[in-house]
């Protein structure tokens, strides 16, 4: 049985960072396609960045250049370290995966069929 579970969030202002971890379990994360996304209120849930199976990594426009995904296969773990965290960024983040390559878009929330439960991230002024 597939399961995601993310920890990490929490509260923190402005230029505050937070790492998230999303703990896989059920499948070797080394053979799956991995992501993270968000999801604010109102709002469609936004790819934040994607790891191939290679260990390439794909950055959303939101995390480029202030958010780190990281994966240690030994833990079954994905990781993203998010430094410089603007108010823009709070949202739910949820961590996805899948045996599959689905969507030529890797930042698509389509292509994947797993999800964890996801973990609030809010950042304050």
């Known amino acids: 049985q597939v399961q995601l579970v993310e920890s990490g969030g929490g509260s923190v202002q402005v230029g505050g960072s937070l790492r998230l971890s999303c703990a896989a379990s059920?499948?070797?994360?080394?053979?799956?396609?991995m992501g993270w996304f968000r999801q604010a209120p109102g709002k469609e849930r936004e790819g934040v960045a994607a790891?191939?199976?290679?260990?390439?990594?794909l950055y959303g426009n939101p995390a480029k250049g202030r958010f780190t995904v990281s994966k240690d296969n030994a833990k079954n773990t994905l990781f993203l370290q998010m430094n410089s965290l603007k108010p823009e960024d709070t949202a739910m983040y949820y961590c996805?995966?899948?045996?599959?390559?689905?969507?030529?878009?890797?930042?698509?929330?389509?292509?994947?069929?797993?999800w964890g439960q996801g973990t609030q991230v809010t950042v304050s002024s």
């Open positions: 996805a995966a899948d045996p599959r390559r689905r969507s030529g878009n890797w930042l698509s929330a389509s292509g994947y069929f797993y």
């Open positions: 059920g499948f070797t994360s080394s053979t799956y396609y």
């Open positions: 790891a191939d199976l290679d260990g390439s990594i």
